[in-house]
């Protein structure tokens, strides 16, 4: 087993350890990741030899089992890796925004917006099907975010405070409203019961390719204002006085965001845990420093939505359980543990 | 102005006393307008509630929950129903969803009626199948309204249709449509009695609630006709145990199917496969299964199994399905 040494990184901030170290643990994660994937594709909830998923892969055939692989769990497997990268860089993202270690991405009610999106969809405009779902979770969060913009917009720029309390009563107003929705329409009511549980089963890659240009910008906007970030970190007068710009700074985390959250709930419905979760994982190993946070969550947030999605497959066999229900029972126990531990991962 | 919380009390126990008065008034006039009632003339009717005296020839029925579409298969005209869903209604001849259309909307489901509506019908007879326990938060408010007949969803087709038919006087049309299922019940198993006996059937369905990626083998519905009456070998669930078509089996299991002789699966009244069916038939596994490739997936129109006229649309369609079957090798 590898253990991280730890340092002091000066007065008044948290032990972290030294940059050989967070290579070592993100070469390790990777690793992980990369087992994660492979028993991804091995793994479901109907027995396949090896040498098929082997050949599925490498020398593919119309046998029908090499379509089990080729059709549900390779898709699967990568609707899991995107998806869970885009959550895992979210959580670390709003955490940092708000400089609440308990935010959560849907926190600024992106997962309701995109929520009562699809359920005016459903209920009210007869969209039936996963694909129809999806430009409408991805605008219902996208129009969320721009309330909560004008919403939390003060005279000295955007408050964080007053962001996340506008995200709550939005996420409130449009829990309600889609609730009465659902609550009148037994087919949104049904649709709706199994979208809200967050799944990535029946994701077909053609939900995926759409999205990810999105995801890849919102990555790059995350990347650039993470050296921002650390500095707000230290309050923003600090932050001000090494030339941070506070408002564009905080109006690009949220853009970038909005595009990982609406488009991982586009995909798969709103999955919790994984975006509160895995940034305090990240932050616990590698400390304050939002660079490699984003990049422990990165690969991080796919393990634990992988590692939650085979088991959903498997304990209730020959049923599944969606990998929304599996990363809260999972995530939250974790949390738990980590919350109690002496030296939380305060920001 | 501002009240006082004492005077805040005092309006609100007044709202509620006059709120109160209101609804006994509306329910106190009910029973003594009721048509049937009026008449004079009763019948004693059995349902899941108990023995009970309904109007001989009622007027004015309300169908709550699974009694609907029965009722108006055997030519009833309900003045007030609950909410149908938009697949099932999209099934029945366009006569009967007019009839529907024409009642009075009392709410999405059983346990959802509106019973100020419900009252202001003044119905002279409510028939209502629903699960038991939504039905015992309501009964004494239904009773109250007009007399009450409740099956449980535990009752057979057969039995609700005879209750249904009994209760709200519309036996007319029931007697042909047992001789014309007792006629095809007998013709299928002389013509493909030997199929019959010697095939492993199994029965996929997918439905507009079903998660996304999953089909359920499906042991309820229609194909419990084909088991019950026919005696065709489909899956069904250990005694005690749950139906099967209510585990959601994602889609790598369609794969399973293969060792299954014949599949039937649900197609609408066009042959087409149900909309919420068609993401299994377009499915590679779905081709490549060996029932597929010989022929021996059957499509099967399944209009509803509560009352005789779905189910001989439902035998018709199974009839021509059966028909298609190539001889085994």
């Known amino acids: ?347 | 102005m501002h009240k006082t919380p004492l005077a805040r009390r005092g309006t609100a126990l007044v709202a509620a006393l006059l709120s109160t008065t209101l609804v006994l008034t509306a329910c106190g006039s009910d029973g003594a307008d009721t048509g049937g009632t009026a008449a004079g003339e009763t019948r004693t009717v059995t349902g899941g509630n108990g023995t009970i005296q309904v109007p001989a020839d009622p007027k004015r029925v309300a169908t709550i929950g699974n009694t609907t579409l029965p009722f108006i298969d055997m030519g009833g005209k309900p003045v007030g129903v609950t909410e149908v869903g938009a697949s099932e209604l999209g099934l029945i001849p366009a006569e009967q969803k007019a009839t529907f259309e024409a009642a009075t909307n009392l709410g999405s489901s059983g346990d959802q009626v509106d019973m100020e509506k419900l009252a202001g019908l003044k119905p002279d007879l409510i028939l209502a199948q629903l699960p038991g326990s939504e039905f015992e938060q309501i009964k004494k408010q239904l009773e109250s309204i007009a007399p009450t007949v409740f099956w449980g969803l535990d009752v057979e087709w057969k039995a609700l249709a005879d209750g249904v038919s009994a209760a709200g006087n519309v036996t007319a049309g029931l007697t042909e449509q047992k001789a014309k299922f007792k006629d095809k019940i007998a013709k299928i198993q002389q013509t493909y009695g030997q199929i019959i006996g010697a095939t492993k059937f199994v029965n996929v369905d997918r439905w507009e609630s079903s998660d996304p990626g999953t089909f359920s083998i499906a042991d309820f519905g229609c194909v419990e006709i084909a088991q019950g009456d026919l005696g065709i070998d489909f899956p069904r669930a250990a005694a005690g145990a749950d139906p099967l078509g209510w585990t959601a089996l994602p889609f790598e299991q369609i794969a399973g199917l293969s060792k299954y002789d014949v599949i039937t699966y649900p197609v609408d009244a066009a042959g087409r496969p149900k909309a919420p069916f068609a993401p299994v038939v377009a499915t590679n596994t779905w081709k490549a299964l060996p029932a597929v490739n010989s022929g021996r997936a059957l499509g099967v129109f399944c209009p509803g199994n509560n009352s005789y006229g779905p189910v001989l649309q439902y035998l018709d369609s199974l009839d021509t399905a059966l028909a298609t079957l190539p001889a085994k090798e």
């Open chain 1, 1 to 347: 087993m590898t253990t991280l040494s730890l340092r002091h990184d000066g007065p008044g901030t948290a032990t972290v350890p030294g940059p050989r170290r967070r290579v070592t643990g993100l070469v390790l994660a990777l690793v992980a990741l990369l087992a994660v994937l492979v028993l991804s594709v091995m793994i479901g909830s109907t027995t396949i030899a090896p040498s098929v998923v082997w050949d599925a892969l490498f020398h593919p055939s119309a046998d029908i089992d090499q379509f089990a692989i080729r059709d549900y769990r390779l898709p699967r497997t990568i609707v899991g890796l995107v998806v869970g990268a885009a959550l895992g860089v979210a959580g670390a993202l709003i955490q940092a925004l708000t400089r609440n270690p308990l935010a959560d991405p849907g926190i600024l009610g992106l997962h309701a917006g995109a929520s009562f999106a699809v359920t005016v969809a459903v209920g009210l405009l007869g969209v039936r099907d996963i694909a129809g779902y999806m430009w409408f979770a991805f605008a219902g969060a996208l129009i969320v975010t721009l309330m909560v913009l004008a919403l939390g917009a003060t005279r000295q720029g955007q408050s964080p405070t007053v962001m996340v309390l506008a995200g709550v009563c939005v996420g409130a107003v449009l829990r309600g409203a889609g609730s009465a929705l659902e609550l009148t329409n037994p087919d949104a009511f049904d649709a709706m019961r199994s979208w809200n549980a967050g799944s990535i089963v029946g994701r077909p890659l053609d939900l995926v390719w759409p999205i990810l240009p999105f995801l890849a910008v919102a990555l790059i906007l995350a990347v650039a204002v993470a050296g921002p970030l650390n500095a707000m970190a230290m309050g923003d007068d600090l932050a001000v006085a090494q030339g941070v710009r506070l408002a564009r700074t905080r109006v690009l985390a949220i853009i970038a965001l909005t595009l990982l959250v609406g488009g991982a709930t586009a995909i798969a419905g709103p999955i919790g845990f994984a975006g509160l979760m895995v940034p305090h994982v990240a932050r616990w190993i590698v400390g304050p420093h939002q660079r490699w946070i984003f990049a422990y969550s990165v690969v991080l947030a796919p393990i634990l939505l992988l590692a939650s999605d085979i088991l959903g497959r498997i304990i209730m066999h020959p049923s599944e359980i969606p990998v929304g229900i599996v990363t809260a029972f999972v995530g939250a126990p974790v949390l738990i543990a980590l919350v109690r531990r002496k030296k939380a991962s305060g920001l």
